[in-house]
């Protein structure tokens, strides 16, 4: 089995579509398909689809506009009270260098629910960059001098974003590897947006391209693929509905997966709550709920080699109680997921002799709560060194299997990765497990909601969808069932 290289993202599967290939899309204006422009043409056998670049297709009405952007409130009227001089720099034209300011800090938000600040920083590569900010063919670095305004600070204001450093200050990046890491300034970190429709023409084209060669990647890659069949066929419940069902849930006590009580702010700062970081608001729900949908579906994102490949998309960013009103051709939704699948990915990576390991059998071995060993083993192999030691499960893999410990070790201290090399490894390991379910699943015509390691599947099929995983991850060597 062919795991992560210290280079690249490989996968085991070439992408075959089916031969239900959806070929044209939606009409936003008409809601009919234009069968005269089909969105794609690839060679004989469509086995790499790539998309024309007519401008006047439009895009399937369930994705979001590429003339609408989301961002932090504050940040327009922020950049608009810029100097002259520093957005002369990105365009003449003040309207110009404002979106192209706004375009840039979109990619951040979404950011703003993550709670790890390692997960907040994104890396955007300059040669991309360059070719979305730059005038025509001029030769000027136009998204430096962008860069420049949104990290412009005063005595009295704060930059809009931050640009990673290494602890001597330097900015962090690696020519040919990785580009620089950018963030949201804190003072910008709010979950209270607003959307704005772009009015360069220039720059909605090249955002039209980019999104165009994304349909293209989406449409090759298995899981992507299977999203994009499966949107249009999805009912979202309502604001109202999500309120009274947050209502209900409250009252019978509700945790999520991570084991956060679910909770009202009540227009209360939540800092002022007591055991905040242990607790997830109905309010910060709902509002990241509708960045997720409210302009249309975000396009799924493949992720490169540092996540395995995995897929990212508005509905495994959904907060999971949300998730569960979502319905597929009007019937409920079940979520099948394999039991503590990241333990049984490191046994098979890194050599370990147990098999079938569960979050109880660790629980009665440790004597702590199931919940407890549940919330560390999220977390667990992906640490660095010592993060592991002070974990309660080291005792328990020391003790009783030190030679997967051993080999992780190993692994984190002689990578160019250091110590995220373990959790690449066993995300790619489970990108692959899930490519191939869902392969299988599709060759039957059945079409899921992709959660990682969980699917949701309509109720009527939940049986189909088990048995295959159960086949699936047998076959990767990988001792675990799917409940």
Same mark, same amino acid.
């Given at each position: 089995m062919n795991l992560l290289k210290e280079t690249q993202f490989n996968s085991n599967y070439q992408y075959q579509p089916p031969s239900s290939t959806i070929n044209y899309v939606t009409d936003s204006q008409k809601n009919q398909s234009i069968t005269e422009t089909p969105y794609f043409k690839g060679t004989n056998n469509l086995n790499t689809p790539i998309f024309t670049e007519d401008s006047s297709i439009n895009f399937p009405t369930y994705l979001s506009s590429v003339e609408s952007i989301t961002i932090p409130k504050t940040v327009k009227r922020t950049i608009n009270r810029l100097p002259k001089s520093v957005l002369n720099k990105i365009d003449n034209n003040k309207t110009i260098a404002v979106e192209k300011c706004m375009d840039f800090v979109s990619n951040f938000t979404g950011t703003v629910f993550y709670e790890n600040e390692y997960d907040q920083w994104l890396n955007l590569n300059s040669k991309y960059l360059d070719q979305k900010y730059k005038k025509g063919n001029d030769n000027t670095y136009i998204y430096t001098s962008i860069i420049d305004a949104l990290t412009y600070t005063t005595n009295s204001t704060y930059p809009i974003i931050e640009i990673k450093k290494g602890q001597y200050g330097n900015e962090t990046y690696k020519s040919g590897s990785y580009s620089k890491a950018y963030k949201l300034n804190q003072r910008f970190q709010t979950i209270n947006f607003e959307t704005y429709t772009l009015t360069s023409e220039d720059l909605i084209e090249k955002r039209r391209k980019q999104h165009l060669k994304k349909l293209s990647e989406a449409i090759e890659n298995k899981i992507a693929y299977n999203l994009l069949r499966i949107y249009p066929i999805l009912e979202?419940?309502?604001?109202? $509905?999500?309120?009274?069902? =947050?209502?209900? @849930?409250?009252?019978?006590?509700?945790?999520?997966? %991570?084991? &956060?009580?679910?909770? &009202?702010?009540?227009?209360?700062?939540?800092?002022?709550? $007591?055991d905040f970081k242990n607790k997830t608001f109905v309010e910060e729900n709902i509002k990241q709920y509708l960045y997720l949908t409210q302009k249309g579906y975000l396009m799924p994102h493949i992720g490169n080699y540092k996540s395995g490949g995995r897929v990212v998309d508005s509905f495994n960013l959904m907060p999971s109680w949300i998730r569960e009103f979502v319905t597929i051709n009007g019937e409920e939704i079940i979520e099948v997921d394999f039991k503590a699948l990241h333990p049984n990915l490191a046994m098979q990576i890194y050599k370990g002799s147990t098999k079938y390991i569960t979050h109880q059998? +660790?629980?009665?071995? @440790?004597?702590?709560?199931?919940?407890? +060993? $549940?919330?560390?083993? /999220?977390?667990?192999f992906n640490r660095k060194i010592q993060g592991m030691k002070r974990s309660p499960l080291y005792e328990y893999y020391n003790l009783h299997e030190p030679e997967l410990l051993k080999n992780i070790i190993k692994d984190k201290r002689g990578s160019n990765f250091g110590h995220k090399i373990t959790s690449m490894k066993m995300f790619e390991l489970e990108v692959q497990i899930m490519t191939e379910v869902i392969r299988r699943l599709n060759n039957q015509g059945i079409y899921v909601l992709y959660i990682y390691d969980? /699917?949701?599947?309509? $109720?009527?099929? =939940?049986?189909? +969808?088990? %048995?295959t995983m159960n086949e699936v991850i047998l076959e990767f060597g990988v001792f675990t069932v799917a409940g």
């Open positions: 979202i419940p309502s604001i109202e $509905k999500i309120s009274i069902e =947050a209502d209900r @849930l409250i009252e019978d006590n509700y945790h999520s997966k %991570k084991g &956060k009580a679910l909770c &009202k702010l009540n227009k209360r700062k939540k800092e002022k709550i $007591k059998n +660790v629980a009665n071995a @440790l004597g702590i709560s199931l919940q407890e +060993v $549940k919330t560390e083993h /999220l977390s667990f969980a /699917l949701g599947c309509k $109720k009527s099929e =939940a049986d189909i +969808v088990q %048995k």
